[in-house]
């Protein structure tokens, strides 16, 4: 009888051990998934290397914050004028993409801490001698891409020959680079990025003329998830990580 005991004892011990792993091992399978929203044709920030692979400082910040959150991060790849319908559609849960925080935006989505400082500039051929500044862009074609700051800064000025709005980035520019437009309006980080990129081809022409700082969006009725963001990178900044994404994607 008192031999019996023990060995159902035991039993019950080892099922109650069994249980507990096999429930450890299936949370580790199913994490919990942070759904971000981006558009991965904005060197440094997000773009899809060669191996097809999302990658930059801003997939690279995503994903320690999902680390921070025990969260494993799946990206979701759109273009950028469909972020905010998108992540208001509960595509996604937030979004990293290099983006402005701007009032309108506010309207519709909750912005994390800044992250970045950032702002327009304006990109010529290397040759080009007649624009150096926002003035010199009266009678000339310019480009920009759609649902930016920078296409909504160059809507707002006047005199200009043409504005072309194209989905990305990159066919802004390459636009100007084909001799089709004189001036490209992006901000200034990824303008950095491409000279690096593509030495030779075309120039900066000044400082920044706007003012601005990317952020994290999240639904407004997600409070829960902007206030982890924000301890996340609060921790991130602080554990000197932030820095070293800096140093790999902005000042090679
Ligand atoms: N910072 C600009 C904006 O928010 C451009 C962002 C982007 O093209 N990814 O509008």
Known sequence: MRKWYGVSLFIATLSIFIAIALVGSTQAADRPVLRVGTDATFPPFEFV??????VGFDMDLIRLIGAELGMDVRIVNT???????GLMANQFDCI???????????????FSTPYFNAGQVIVVRTN???IHGVGDLKGKVVTTQIGTTGQLVVDKMTGL???????????????????????????????????RSQPGKFK????????????????????????????????????GKFDALYKEWIMQ
């Open 161 to 195: 020959k043409e504005h072309r709005v194209f989905n990305t980035v990159p066919e802004a520019v390459q636009e100007v680079l084909q001799g089709r437009a004189d001036a490209a309006v992006i901000d200034l980080p990824v303008a950095a990025d491409f000279l």
């Open 128 to 130: 080009d001698q007649s």
């Open 96 to 110: 990293i993409a290099g983006m402005t925080v701007t009032d309108e935006r506010a309207k519709s989505v909750a």
């Open 204 to 239: 900066i022409v000044g400082k920044p003329f706007t003012n601005e700082v990317y952020a994290i969006a999240v639904r407004k009725d997600n409070p829960a998830l902007l206030a982890k963001i924000n301890q996340a990178l609060k921790q991130i900044e602080a554990s």
């Open 49 to 54: 290397n060669e191996k097809g692979q999302y």
């Open 79 to 85: 273009s950028f004028d469909g972020l905010i319908p």
